[in-house]
């Protein structure tokens, strides 16, 4: 009986680590439908985001798909900034850690959109690309 009552705080976890695993699954399934539609796409836990004829679509992942949508135009875009713990750098001298987010800023300079990532290189990469775009 005490041997059943160790292992069932193990078998708690198990099951806990498989409904996360299947939980991400079917996030990563239901991302992969929504990114056949665009030329680019990207997923990670923080923002899906897909890029098509110079219009950028983001949202948040979820099981049943992405959600809180929104989209906007490049052609609306001044400039793409890299932030590493909210604060601006260069898109060539990387930080080794932080939070990456890329900052869109619209042609009247008034209002910016940002696009949070979980890595800073993949940000920079997308950075880069979608700043030749716009320009």
């Known amino acids: 009986m005490e041997r059943g009552l160790l292992w069932l705080p193990l078998l708690l976890v198990f099951f806990w680590l498989a409904w996360n695993g299947w939980n991400e699954y079917q996030k990563v399934e239901s991302y992969r439908h929504w990114a056949e539609q665009f030329d680019k796409a990207k997923y990670d836990i923080y923002a899906v985001l897909g890029y ?7 949202g948040k ?6 959600v809180n949508l929104q989209t906007f135009s490049l052609n609306e875009i001044q400039s793409v900034r890299l932030l590493v713990n909210d604060q601006p750098v260069d898109f060539e001298s990387l930080p080794s850690s932080g939070s990456a987010k890329l900052e869109f800023i619209s042609l009247n300079g008034d209002s910016s959109i940002i696009i949070p990532f979980t890595e800073i290189s993949l940000a920079a990469q997308w950075g880069k690309f979608l700043q030749q775009e716009v320009g």
Do not use: E, F
Request: charged share 40%; hydrophobic share 25%.
């Open 52 to 58: 098509k004829d110079k219009q950028i679509t983001w």
């Open 61 to 66: 992942p979820t099981r049943k798909g992405a």
